[in-house]
């Protein structure tokens, strides 16, 4: 994948940050889950950092969205399925690239509790400084979230880098906001998301009427179900309603995973009605995170903080 690195958009000279003494501007790096366009990472000056997927032994690296081809196709052909965490030394590179450049790193990543991702970017982290890189340069933040939710976050690290804060209070704001966010999300099949060892114990068995489908929520980074809803709008009514009232007014995400194109305009729609006037942006999610929730499922994801 040709990596965005955006260096001067958004970032400006020297920031203060609060400080009495200037700091070194901060550069924003994330892994491909973020559901970021080639365009948008470039405006937003971000570093996307590509996971992998794997297809019947040959290795694929997830790019930007709308880039990724035909990737529905390619899963139903294919018998042996995985996906690949970012590794270290990947993410190594980009720190040592973006320290040389006199930059301090701000790195985000899917969250922790479904994949190695953001264990390889600690890990990274840890090997630069026993190669000498200053601790205080690099600040790695889980945001317990990915797809639309990850996009939040990058976008509010984007506004307060802009302006002016340091990369450690960055990072602290980073992880304060991310609870005040929620993804909820649904799949048309609970298998496929047990067999990627993510979906843990849940407290509701999905009746075998193929017109019921679980609902769920990444809480802490980690999936735990909410309801069964019936049909595929009493699906989205229900993933709507798990967004807070202070909430309703701010813009909302909606992520189709592959071929998801009814649920997605079904959510739109409830979306549109219920809460006339949220702004949507609607994402394509990848193939990695739909490797996982399996192809024709969808989320909704929501922030309550101002952007």
């Known amino acids: 994948m040709e990596k965005t690195t955006g260096l001067t958009a958004g970032l400006g000279a020297l920031t203060t940050g609060g400080a009495d003494l200037p700091q070194r501007p901060v550069a924003i790096v994330c892994d491909s889950s973020c559901t970021l366009s080639r365009t948008r990472a470039e405006e937003l000056g971000v570093t996307v950092v590509?996971?992998?997927?794997?297809?019947?032994?040959?290795?694929?690296?997830?790019t930007f969205r709308n880039e990724n081809g035909d990737y529905d196709s390619l899963f139903r052909n294919g018998r042996l399925l995985m996906t690949e965490a970012v590794y270290q030394d990947e993410f190594a590179d980009e720190f040592r690239r973006l320290l040389d450049a006199d930059f301090s790193v701000l790195c985000l990543t899917i969250s922790s509790r479904l994949s190695g991702t953001y264990r390889s970017a600690v890990h990274a982290r840890e090997q630069l400084i026993r190669e000498g890189?200053?601790?205080?340069?690099?600040?790695?933040?889980?945001?317990?979230?990915?797809?639309?939710?990850?996009?939040?976050?990058?976008?509010?690290?984007r506004k307060l880098v802009s302006l002016g804060y340091g990369l450690e209070t960055v990072g602290e704001k980073l992880e304060a906001e991310r609870a005040r966010q929620g993804i909820d999300f649904t799949v048309p099949d609970l298998e496929v998301l047990r067999k990627s060892g993510r979906l843990g114990a849940t407290r509701r068995a999905v009746p075998s009427n193929l017109d019921r489908f679980l609902v769920m929520e990444l809480q802490e980074g980690g999936i735990k179900d909410v309801c069964v809803a019936h049909g595929m709008r009493g699906t989205a009514r229900a993933l709507i309603a798990e967004i807070p009232e202070?909430?309703?007014?701010?813009?909302?995400?909606?992520?189709?995973?592959?071929?998801?194109?009814?649920?997605?305009?079904?959510?739109?729609?409830?979306?549109?009605?219920?809460?006339?006037?949220?702004?949507?942006?609607?994402?394509?999610g990848g193939p990695v995170v739909s490797l996982h929730l399996g192809v024709g499922s969808v989320s909704l994801a929501w922030r309550n903080f101002a952007e």
């Open 50 to 62: 590509p996971m992998h997927y794997n297809v019947d032994g040959l290795r694929y690296a997830e």
């Open 133 to 157: 890189e200053a601790p205080e340069r690099m600040r790695i933040v889980d945001s317990w979230t990915t797809s639309g939710g990850l996009e939040f976050l990058i976008r509010q690290a």
């Open 246 to 284: 202070e909430a309703r007014k701010n813009s909302v995400t909606v992520t189709g995973y592959g071929e998801a194109h009814e649920a997605v305009e079904e959510l739109v729609h409830e979306v549109r009605r219920e809460l006339p006037e949220t702004t949507i942006h609607v994402r394509d």
